[in-house]
């Protein structure tokens, strides 16, 4: 059991020597972006087009999403009683759960899953085909809408416009864009593809596994956490209270007494 | 109190829109690295110089360092027990405190307080000095020797040369080495500066505060523990156990009774 | 939506008063233990029983199981890299996932879903017919068997016989002990409850929601994880590391240079 | 190292057999409270007063305190985003740092390191020392005034009341009720022992160490963040805004181009 727990195929280091995947991490310190490196460590290859240049744009785009978010409420609350940089951001990322950011791997996931109906019946009449199976077992498909940013999530756009630029797009952006329109079109409902659904779609078609899906928002949230924490620490007001004690509304029992 | 709360330097979100210190989010999108986004959080402003592709070197560099380090061993306990891959990484990230990376915060601090001697009594005297007064104080200088990589950490060498030609090094640099040379003279130690100290001098001439230090070893290195989770995860053996019942150690009391 | 965010049913907090549930907290110090007090938050009422004590005797029973537990790896390897001791328990307690204490959880969900067929057919009918099912259907019915305490977990035995005498055993219990002897049955497999499955029994009978099952783990275990922290830390020994660099067993790519 | 490292005092776990600081786990069942568990795995002893029920009667203190403090924020927050039960609670105890229960641990430090004064020179005269001492140096003695319960927190009257009660009060209570009255004399100030100084004064009268401290506030606190994940993810309203984007007050920079 101990063998194979000590076994990896991610790096070596030994003295005086670092391998990542098999490349030596000095040399690919000024060859490769940070967003190669993470297709390196996810994949086991370097790019061959522009993944890294794709993941770059994906962790700008993550990155930060204003102060009115469960994990950054979560950040600022932590970094305001007197907790370590690393500790405050690890507490909002723990926040990055199956409702925040989660679906980027569930729309991933059904977009693997579901891949290759588009080979054998065409876009359309595979997405068709999905909408309704998931209509009829009452799932809903995860990525579509916002909200916010309606009627179309700009974020979105201008990712699948990068990814054709970038030559990376392919047959689950397609699928993806042609589930929103079914949507539409079935179920009745205007549910544009979102970022986070744009983001699944993209990892896909460069052949990221779902189960990475949301470490391409994390990763790049983690930077505007950290400005929050920062933020907050430099203010220098200890306990911050959201509201304070008079403002909450106390629904449970009347005050009661202890029956011996 | 709460109105000052809910105030913010970083971002404006509203629907359609999003602006990160003042810019277009959708601009930056394919306009900046990543690197270049988190110089921006931090400071306020987009890179005049190479300051982002410096801080994707540091990423890089900071990814990824083994097996045999406490916050890999974390994440791959954690990711063994049923744990959603964000919060198998956030307890790495909790790991990475003052005896972990913690260096780089430390040696920031130390630099950004002292750099002035460096103009007003050059470069060795104001080293010389420190190192005398670190050593009345009984203080250890943080960011110097390394466990594993000697005699030089060959990551400290490659960035520093990467910060030369890009164009970024500065004063806190040549303290940081002159210091190293310092404590051979003095202390009759060889303790070069290791690959901490040279990402907390290079930050520091980059114009980024001390207390931002860690976050350029957890941004990197969450990505080389996402590896390591997912690693483990795909190995699906729950409940990963580092040794066994019978390896352990009891050293305390002798089986005793219950005094009634 | 804020409006609905502030109402609780937990507390009362003003100045110089403190209600929980309904009850003066001063006068709760001296009249329950932190059992009873449990029962109280989980469930809006003080014991009638000994709901308390059982609770008690839970928390005890979940407190402390050795250092080889991926949870107390975790505390130990955070604690040695200069962490608040606070953080640590925490990074330990966020692995305690599906794989680690989850049963609980789990067992508890199975056995409130299926107790009303206990009256419906008797106890060994319904054991029959879930084991049947859940074979059928090829789902693992959790909280039974164990790698360590065999043939049968002491901390089950004693905690069924305390439940007996603290006069809280009910339906689930009897359903909990008849599924052991049906896989014995049918699956012609001794898998015994194991501690696990008996406080998800245990909590059911006292009318405890399964959503709060880990809980009866976690917030017992919490107290031997922080024990773990405590001893790694005033052992002073920095950067815990389980293994070292030469003990890995890299076994990715072979080294391989960067093509252009 | 790894010999030292697999070396514990804590306990011992072999097949059907567990003990904790030497005592069978199963004999304690139904002999010791929580709170003596908790004494035995602190200190190695068990109680030989009330040492148990003292613990137990801070553990109900400290277990909730209102919907409007930081760490039940951060909970409420986590949980609303899908995340498993333990992980929501484990981000809220990282927040109780420094500002939030940490004055447990620096008042117990504060009063182990100068108590031998108060056998010395009498406690009203130990108190005025330290007093002016901390006033010289301008540091504060944590553990003193609240913000909400006013004159007196009733928390310490009742703790206090109970240690006396319970034969455990000692030295260290003393000097921290005449280190509130030297404070009053000496700053003019009306900052009387709250209920974090009098749990770090308790537990030094019971021998604990204070570097356990902060253990007795989130041992307590975590079972009400229990009850806050539970009543929030019953709730089930995902993704859990405090405020909305439009009550945000963005204060940076103007909107403005990038300059090429």
Redesign the interface.
């Given at each position: 059991?101990?063998?194979?727990?000590?076994?990896?195929?991610?790096?070596?280091?030994?003295?005086?020597?670092?391998?990542?995947?098999?490349?030596?991490?000095?040399?690919?310190?000024?060859?490769?972006?940070?967003?190669d490196?993470?297709y390196l460590?996810?994949t086991?290859k370097?790019p061959k087009k522009n993944e890294g240049r794709m993941i770059?744009?994906i962790?700008?785009?993550s990155?930060?999403?204003?102060?009115?978010?469960?994990?950054t409420?979560?950040v600022?609350?932590?970094a305001?009683?007197?907790?370590?940089?690393?500790?405050?951001?690890?507490?909002g990322?723990?926040?990055?759960?199956?409702?925040?950011g989660?679906a980027i791997?569930h729309c991933a996931k059904m977009l693997q899953e579901n891949v290759q109906l588009v080979q054998e019946k065409g876009v359309e009449r595979a997405a068709s085909e999905i909408v309704t199976r998931y209509r009829e077992t009452r799932k809903r498909i995860m990525g579509y809408g916002h909200?916010?940013?309606?009627p179309e999530d700009?974020?979105k756009v201008?990712?699948f416009q990068?990814a054709e630029?970038y030559d990376v797009a392919g047959d689950h952006m397609r699928l993806a864009d042609a589930l929103g329109a079914a949507m539409k079109n079935i179920l009745q409902k205007s549910l544009p593809l979102n970022v986070d659904g744009a983001i699944g779609a993209i990892i896909s078609d460069m052949g990221i596994?779902w189960?990475?899906g949301?470490?391409f928002f994390?990763?790049?949230r983690?930077?505007?956490l950290?400005?929050?924490a920062?933020?907050y620490?430099?203010?220098e007001?200890?306990?911050?209270?959201?509201?304070?004690?008079?403002?909450?509304?106390?629904?449970?029992?009347?005050?009661?007494?202890?029956?011996e």
């Open positions: 059991m101990e063998k194979k727990d000590l076994s990896t195929r991610i790096s070596l280091v030994k003295p005086g020597k670092v391998l990542i995947r098999g490349y030596d991490l000095i040399k690919l310190l000024d060859k490769v972006s940070f967003g490196m993470i460590l996810f086991e370097l770059e744009a962790l700008v785009c990155a930060e999403h204003g102060l009115a978010t469960p994990s409420n979560v600022r609350s932590v305001s009683c007197g907790v370590p940089l690393q500790a405050s951001v690890a507490a990322i723990i926040s990055l759960g199956d409702f925040h989660g791997e909200g916010i940013h309606q700009p974020r201008k990712l990068l630029q596994d189960r990475y949301k470490a994390f990763l790049g983690a930077a505007g950290t400005a929050h920062y933020e620490m430099v203010k007001s200890p306990m911050r209270r959201v509201y304070t004690w008079d403002e909450v509304n106390y629904v449970g029992p009347e005050e009661r007494e202890i029956s």
